[in-house]
């Protein structure tokens, strides 16, 4: 998938969404998981997204299991029931597929390829810097947190519950920001928000395979939503 264009990328995943939600059966839930988890296995070549999407479904499975085993018509056991657990099971299975759709389609982008297709776009070069940085929020941050931890640490400073706002919390926060003020600084120096002409980004490489898949995906999720509800 790391070949496809960005766009095809997020169309696959919309589409994912898509067939979940307006379809609602566990049978399609699961099927549009599967197909997720395969593609960005994949493309990433090891069990990251699929490791990734059941880690994130476990919390959501057992609230499901929580929230609703108890609640239903066919008492099987203790504060669980047959109609429960089937309502709680169907949930889950929805959630895992959207949560295995956004995964595998953000294990297949690249950061700066999303900044290239969004520059030539016709959202511009300021919403391409915006979802670029934005994007870039959370290795930043864990790359500012490991570099509080090691200057803490060559410190000799002890880090408990007590300090972590003082000795973490806020060197995280400071740095970010100050890296976000450096940027914009550098920014505002080459015009970045003066109108005219502009050195562009490389575009990103769109094969005809891509242009077919984003026209036929969402042609396909169309015919089999229509097809189930008529």
Same mark, same amino acid.
Not at 67 to 70: F, K, L, N, V
Not at 179 to 201: H, K, M, P
């Given at each position: 998938?790391?070949?496809?264009?960005?766009?095809? #990328?997020?169309?696959?995943?919309?589409?994912?969404?898509?067939?979940?939600?307006?379809?609602?059966?566990? #049978?399609?839930?699961?099927?549009?998981?599967?197909?997720?988890?395969?593609?960005?296995?994949?493309?990433?070549?090891?069990?990251?997204?699929?490791?990734?999407?059941v880690a994130l479904s476990t919390p959501a499975a057992l609230s499901m299991l929580v929230?609703?085993?108890?609640y239903g018509d066919h008492q099987v056991l203790p504060l669980i029931t047959a109609d429960?657990?089937?309502?709680?099971?169907?949930?889950?299975?929805?959630?895992?597929?959207?949560?295995?759709?956004? =995964?595998?389609?953000?294990?297949?982008?690249?950061?700066?390829?999303?900044a290239k297709w969004l520059q030539v776009s016709r959202a511009g070069h300021k919403v391409?810097?915006? #979802?670029?940085?934005?994007?870039?929020?959370?290795?930043?941050?864990?790359?500012?947190?490991?570099?509080?931890?090691?200057?803490?640490?060559?410190?000799?400073?002890?880090?408990?519950?007590?300090?972590? =706002?003082?000795?973490? =919390?806020?060197?995280? =926060?400071?740095?970010?920001?100050?890296?976000?003020?450096?940027?914009?600084?550098?920014?505002?120096?080459?015009?970045?928000?003066?109108?005219?002409?502009?050195?562009?980004?490389?575009?990103?490489?769109?094969?005809?395979?891509?242009?077919?898949?984003?026209?036929?995906?969402?042609?396909?999720?169309?015919?089999?939503?229509?097809?189930?509800?008529?």
């Open positions: 998938m790391q070949s496809l264009h960005p766009a095809t #990328v997020v169309t696959m995943a919309a589409c994912g969404w898509f067939l979940t939600l307006a379809l609602n059966t566990p #049978v399609a839930s699961a099927s549009v998981a599967l197909i997720a988890l395969a593609c960005g296995t994949a493309s990433t070549r090891n069990a990251s997204v699929i490791l990734t999407t929230i609703h085993a108890p429960g657990l089937a309502l709680a099971g169907n949930l889950t299975l929805r959630f895992c597929a959207l949560m295995s759709c956004f =995964i595998a389609a953000m294990a297949a982008l690249r950061i700066a390829d999303i391409a810097y915006i #979802v670029g940085a934005s994007l870039q929020t959370l290795p930043q941050g864990a790359h500012a947190w490991c570099c509080v931890r090691e200057a803490n640490q060559l410190a000799g400073i002890s880090v408990t519950w007590r300090n972590t =706002i003082s000795r973490v =919390i806020v060197p995280v =926060i400071a740095r970010l920001l100050t890296q976000g003020t450096q940027r914009g600084q550098a920014l505002a120096a080459v015009g970045f928000d003066q109108e005219g002409q502009r050195s562009l980004l490389r575009p990103v490489a769109d094969t005809m395979v891509s242009r077919v898949l984003r026209l036929v995906i969402p042609l396909i999720s169309l015919v089999v939503v229509i097809a189930k509800w008529t």
